[in-house]
């Protein structure tokens, strides 16, 4: 029976583990943090937005840097696929906002209890505590271990694990000494240390590597599997944070916290627009996020690693025209009670004017407050106020146009997802197999693959983590 080590209990090495299974494969599932899913647990706000129904063609333009790399495995394994999978495992499913597929139950938690199921029912051995350290090349001189005795090398301690893969030791000429990596071509074993900290070498016949990016490291996701990979030859395409807070220089304090639904961000790089989201904000400790923050902040930490001038530009009511808007604030201004009246006039790039101009005195700043009740949440009228006075706009204008130069995004702790990874032009994207190492498979974030939010990372964790544990007996032969 075929072997097969699976580096990672993520979503992705969950379901390529169960897949290979399911394909009559002997697993092993290699996990180093105590428990299977951690970052899928924290996913969606713990209700986990399993994956998203658009059809290929909406669907394929959130999908980053390339998407034509991720086809083959969309449609072997579709959204719907992902949906029906899950009913089959025992999790039913809900709909939402139309295409967003969540679990009944609104508990990620639920998930990761339906995937342990169906890969305890598949006799998949997981391993927790267990982090794969090194891949040992077929090179390199690899004594197996028999219950008659050989010799071992002193360093490396006798560790017994049941995990149903060979047990071996290295020999004195193993690590350490290894050869040019590029000219592997097999991989023998996988060094590994467990939970007591001790190490000892597992072999298999087929290794998936499935050890996500590098968000979020409290749940597991260091980076290892881009060392682990480049060790072996593979080109790792830059990494940086994506779907992640945007910074605003000087940034008003005041406006943690705050959350904004139906408003509008535009990206300007250089001076340029570059992309428009409306939805849901949320101001944090971190900047600007939320769902329409995260959507922009790929391109926006992409052009501010090139050092190009990143600015956001908050819509406040993009529903309305400029001139339904001023219409408005006009009539309005006859009902709000006159001794402290501010009057603006309403030419583009008008200027504040009037008796009692904004801070000028607490008075109109009282009258302008009461105002822009009706326009926005109070906890944001204090640093708009701010905004108008440094502007010198009228707040119509400002309403519709607030500018947020950007200073900076949030790193690793925050970021949801890892752009950047394993190079998909070394992956045979139909079979996830490696290019350069024969018997080595890819799944999930590990790849420099990524998407937007909304159901979509996980369906490129499923669906590669499914066409990976598939493709295992294939040669890359059968699919170049
Ligand atoms: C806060 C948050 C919310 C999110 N919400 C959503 C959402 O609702 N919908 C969505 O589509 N996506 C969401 N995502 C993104 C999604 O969680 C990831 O894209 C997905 O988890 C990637 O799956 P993966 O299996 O590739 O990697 P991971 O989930 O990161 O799993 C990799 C596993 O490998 C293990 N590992 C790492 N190195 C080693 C090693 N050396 N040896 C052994 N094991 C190792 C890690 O401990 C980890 O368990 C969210 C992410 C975050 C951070």
Same mark, same amino acid.
């Given at each position: ?147 008659? %005795? ?103 304090? #005041? ?93 583009? %790039?008008?200027?504040?004017? %009037? ?110 983590? #499914? ?14």
């Amino acid at each position: 029976m075929k072997e097969v080590i699976v580096i990672g209990a993520g979503p992705a090495g969950m379901l390529a583990a169960g897949t290979a299974a399911e394909k009559g494969a002997r697993v092993v599932l290699l996990e180093k943090m105590e428990k299977p899913g951690r970052k899928l647990a924290i996913t969606g706000k713990g209700r986990c937005n399993i994956t998203n129904l658009k059809n290929w063609e909406d669907f394929s333009l959130h999908v980053h840097p390339v998407n034509r790399y991720f086809k083959p495995a969309f449609y072997h394994f579709t959204s719907e696929d992902t949906v029906a999978f899950f009913n089959g495992i025992g999790l039913p499913t809900v709909v939402e906002r139309g295409t967003r597929v969540y679990p009944a139950s609104q508990r990620a938690f639920d998930v990761i209890d339906a995937l342990k199921s169906w890969l305890k029912r598949l006799g998949v051995n997981m391993i927790c505590g267990c982090q794969v350290l090194e891949f040992l090349p077929e090179e390199m001189q690899i004594q197996v271990a028999h219950s008659s %005795g050989n010799s071992y090398v002193s360093s490396v301690s006798s560790l017994t694990i049941k995990c149903g893969a060979q047990e071996t030791k290295a020999s004195a000429s193993a690590p350490g000494s290894t050869k040019n990596t590029n000219t592997l071509t097999r991989i023998k074993a996988v060094r590994v240390r467990d939970s007591r900290g001790e190490e000892k070498l597992l072999t298999a016949d087929h290794f998936i590597l499935a050890t996500g990016g590098k968000s979020y490291p409290g749940t597991g996701s260091t980076g290892d599997g881009y060392t682990l990979a480049s060790a072996l030859g593979h080109t790792i395409e830059p990494l940086f944070p994506t779907l992640t807070a945007l910074m605003p220089v000087d940034y008003d304090r #005041r406006l943690e916290g705050v959350e904004l639904r139906n408003v509008r961000l535009d990206l300007y790089i250089e001076e340029v627009l570059r992309r428009s989201e409306e939805g849901e904000l949320l101001f944090s400790n971190l900047g600007i996020e939320g769902p329409i923050g995260f959507r922009l902040s790929r391109q926006a930490v992409v052009a501010l690693n090139k050092g190009q001038r990143v600015s956001l530009h908050l819509n406040l009511k993009p529903a309305l025209t400029r001139e339904q808007l001023m219409a408005r604030w006009e009539r309005e201004k006859d009902k709000t009670s006159g001794a402290n009246s501010v009057n603006y006039s309403c030419g583009a %790039g008008s200027k504040i004017s %009037g008796k009692n101009s904004v801070g000028q005195g607490s008075g109109s700043e009282a009258y302008l407050l009461k105002r822009l009740k009706a326009y926005m949440p109070e906890t944001l009228s204090g640093p708009f106020i701010k905004y108008l006075t440094l502007s010198s706009l009228h707040p119509v204008d400002a309403m519709i146009r607030w500018v947020f130069p950007i200073a900076s995004y949030g790193g690793w702790a925050r970021a949801v997802a890892t752009a950047g990874g394993i190079s998909m032009k070394e992956v045979d994207m139909r079979t996830m197999r490696s290019k350069l190492i024969d018997n080595l498979s890819f799944a999930g974030e590990v790849l420099d693959l990524d998407a937007d939010s909304g159901g979509y990372n996980l369906q490129i964790a499923f669906a590669t983590g #499914r066409l990976a544990g598939g493709g295992t007996s294939v040669r890359p032969t059968d699919s170049a």
